[in-house]
């Protein structure tokens, strides 16, 4: 099956750091994969469209000098959140269309990040 | 970001009881998923519609994609405890691209089940 994976599972980090959350798929190959953010209780929003070998492309409010993405090889995407801030605490899941059918996405299990 | 209108946002039910959600949308999608999400994990994907007015079954659940593409409904029979989690709708855009686009997410229906 598509397995997506992330790393790490949950991360604390100060204000003003910044942290970089993995997303690869394991058994297939993505030339696209998509980032989403859920915070507590909500639904899971579009933030970012992956593409390898080529700039990502951000939905309409996501700051793109924040949230950097690299995507890197068919495997890797990266989300580097740069100086993150507690409104940055959030459930943040990847997502990388199947190969039998592109239309599916397969998620990985999501980085829980908190901004103390 | 546009999301969907999905309903019930809970449903509270007996064990071995039907369930039914459904999303709807003011935009056309061109494939409909439904996924379930427990407490702290990614959605798992359950079932995808490709085609207007398509009845799809996986297992107990079956889902059926709108004759408008505006609107999908999931059903679930003899509902079991493992079944309780969020279940979440999601529209996938046209991309005359040909590749895949990032998904609109209904706000979810939270199911609880009394056994």
């Known amino acids: 099956g598509a397995v997506v994976s992330q790393h790490p599972s949950w991360v604390i980090c100060k204000s003003g750091t910044s942290v970089k959350i993995e997303c690869r798929s394991l058994?297939?190959?993505?030339?696209?994969m998509f980032w989403y953010r859920q915070f507590p209780k909500q639904s899971l929003m579009l933030m970012a469209t992956?593409?390898?070998?080529?700039?990502?492309?951000?939905e309409q409010g996501v700051e793109k000098d924040k949230f950097l993405i690299n995507h890197a090889s068919l495997t890797l995407s990266t989300l580097t959140v740069t100086s993150a801030h507690p409104e940055d605490s959030s459930f943040y899941i990847c997502?990388?269309?199947?190969?039998?059918?592109?239309?599916?996405?397969?998620f990985g299990p999501g980085t829980r990040l908190t901004v103390t | 970001g546009q999301q969907l209108n999905q309903s019930p946002q809970s449903m509270f039910i007996q064990e071995g009881e039907d369930v039914s959600m459904n999303c709807t949308s003011s935009s056309i999608f061109n494939t409909w998923l439904w996924y379930k999400q427990d407490p702290g994990e990614g959605p798992v994907l359950l079932i995808a519609?490709?085609?207007?007015?398509e009845l799809t079954s996986n297992g107990r659940l079956t889902a059926q994609f709108g004759i408008t593409r505006k609107d999908s409904f999931l059903n679930i029979s003899a509902s079991i405890p493992s079944d309780v989690g969020i279940y979440f709708c999601a529209g996938q855009r046209i991309n005359y691209g040909g590749g895949a686009d990032g998904l609109t997410f209904g706000k979810g229906t939270h199911l609880i089940i009394q056994p």
């Open positions: 058994d297939f190959q993505a030339t696209t």
């Open positions: 992956s593409n390898e070998g080529s700039k990502a492309t951000y």
């Open positions: 997502s990388a269309p199947g190969t039998t059918h592109t239309y599916e996405q397969y």
């Open positions: 519609l490709y085609k207007a007015g």
